[in-house]
């Protein structure tokens, strides 16, 4: 039975597809990666969940990050979603592989995107990576970038309480700033010319880490390439949304709506309600 959201257009032929695009983060960095998929996609409806009440996920095991973003996979699923967007690197990691197996949507995750666009970026082939402790363990990036390139080294740091300062609210403080400098000076003696922000947390933090890194470092933001990753799955598959109807837009939390809505109104440049999640 056809699914009423999916049309088929009789003059082209061409199978549309109303239904919206889940986005899932462990809190409110997924938002820069939603922020450029409606920059890429602005008549696509979205569900986006931010798991605040099970933050940080990068300290946790693979395991228990596995079945936190299975949890929300399966009602994004129920949602009729056509298709799940981990907007989170650490979930990436820990579950994009089992998920796309088990799913009968299709699954995207923010790390090969990034990958891809780091080692094209890169002149040298010196490229670092920041993320969180648990990307870092995993060697996700490092392992797909070698695979483009073999000869290129990869420097990986682990950035946790840049995740921290993003969730309170710190992006643009002196505070900010200072964490950023003591943090990233590991990389002063590492002659990269690209860096991953291998967190979709750290965007908002992208000023502070440019004035550490300088001009000649270039900043991936893997939320630009899984952007364009999204585009192109619906473009070859014929799932763009018809623009018949008004595209919604809806935001969960697991964690207090108003400190959400609060961050993600900054995040966004536009002011949006979040509704509390029980799953």
């Known amino acids: 039975m056809q699914d009423n959201n ?28 939603l922020k450029e998929m409606t920059k890429t996609l602005p008549n696509e409806s979205y569900i986006f969940i931010g798991d605040q009440a099970n933050l940080p996920y990068g300290q946790k095991s693979s395991e228990t990050v596995r079945k936190l973003t299975k949890r929300i996979a399966d009602y994004m699923v129920e949602q009729d979603v056509k298709m799940f967007v981990i907007a989170c690197n650490t979930a990436t990691a820990a579950a994009y592989e089992y998920l796309k197996k088990i799913l009968p949507i299709p699954v995207i995750g923010v790390i090969e995107p990034g ?9 040298s082939g010196q490229i670092g990576v920041i993320a969180t402790n648990g990307t870092v363990r995993s060697g996700d990036y490092e392992r797909l970038i070698k695979a483009q390139n073999p000869l290129a080294n990869v420097s990986s740091l682990g950035c946790p309480e840049f995740v921290t300062m993003v969730e ?11 964490a950023v400098n003591n943090r990233l000076a590991w990389f002063m003696d590492k002659p990269i010319d690209t860096l991953i922000m291998g967190c979709t947390h750290f965007p908002v933090l992208q000023e502070e880490i440019q ?4 001009d000649s470092v270039e900043l ?15 473009s070859t598959h014929d799932a763009f949304f018809d623009g ?19 961050i993600a109104d900054k995040l966004l440049g536009t002011p949006i309600s979040a509704v509390q999640l029980d799953i």
């Open 6 to 33: 999916v049309i088929e257009t009789r003059e082209e032929g061409i199978l549309l597809d109303n239904r919206p695009i889940g986005v899932m983060d462990s809190g409110v960095g997924g938002l820069t990666v």
């Open 115 to 123: 990958a891809k666009m780091a080692v094209k970026a890169s002149k």
């Open 168 to 178: 309170e609210g710190l992006a643009g403080t002196v505070e900010a700033q200072v």
């Open 211 to 214: 004035n550490v890194m300088g």
């Open 220 to 234: 991936i933001d893997p939320g630009v390439a899984t952007a364009k990753q999204v585009f192109d799955y619906l």
């Open 244 to 262: 018949g109807q008004v595209h919604q837009r809806k935001f969960y939390t697991t964690g207090n709506p108003t400190d959400f809505a609060k």
